[in-house]
């Protein structure tokens, strides 16, 4: 299949397959992609998160996971995924002397790229 970079692409009905878990927890971003273009092309989606409440400061839309999707000209993929853990939320914490991944609600962003306008927001709770 003959590739192009000039494909525009769109996301739609993104959703997480668990909007609650634990550390431990592994779980996916669920979305449609349409090329609006006339040839087959390969998109990167991106996953950003944003800690709502950290015990310490942290970088705003810091990268959680992407993954590569292959979508025809033309075509929509419907319940395209990008698998996540739980665990690559984590941060150093001095006292504990190891990283940790804190209890609380994030945001989690899906776009092409971290400036996206047409970027996609949905919240995240990691219980303890």
């Given amino acids: 299949m003959r590739c192009r970079a000039d494909s525009n692409y769109s996301f739609a009905n993104v959703e997480l397959s668990k909007a609650t878990v634990s550390a431990d927890d592994s779980f996916s971003v ?3 992609i349409t090329n609006h273009g006339s040839m087959a092309g390969k998109v990167v989606v991106q996953v950003y998160f944003t800690q ?3 015990s310490r400061v942290r970088y705003e839309h810091m990268l959680l ?3 590569k999707v292959e979508v025809a ?3 929509t993929v419907k319940g395209a ?3 996540l853990k739980a665990r690559d939320l984590e941060m150093w914490d001095k006292r504990a002397d190891k990283y940790v991944v804190e209890a609380s609600t994030y945001s ?3 776009g092409q790229f971290v400036s996206d306008p047409a970027m996609h927001t949905t919240t995240l ?3 303890a």
Avoid: R
């Fill in 73 to 75: 000209g033309g075509a």
């Fill in 81 to 83: 995924q990008v698998e």
């Fill in 30 to 32: 669920k979305l449609d």
């Fill in 108 to 110: 989690l962003a899906v």
């Fill in 125 to 127: 709770t990691v219980t």
């Fill in 65 to 67: 996971g992407f993954g």
């Fill in 52 to 54: 709502d409440l950290s």
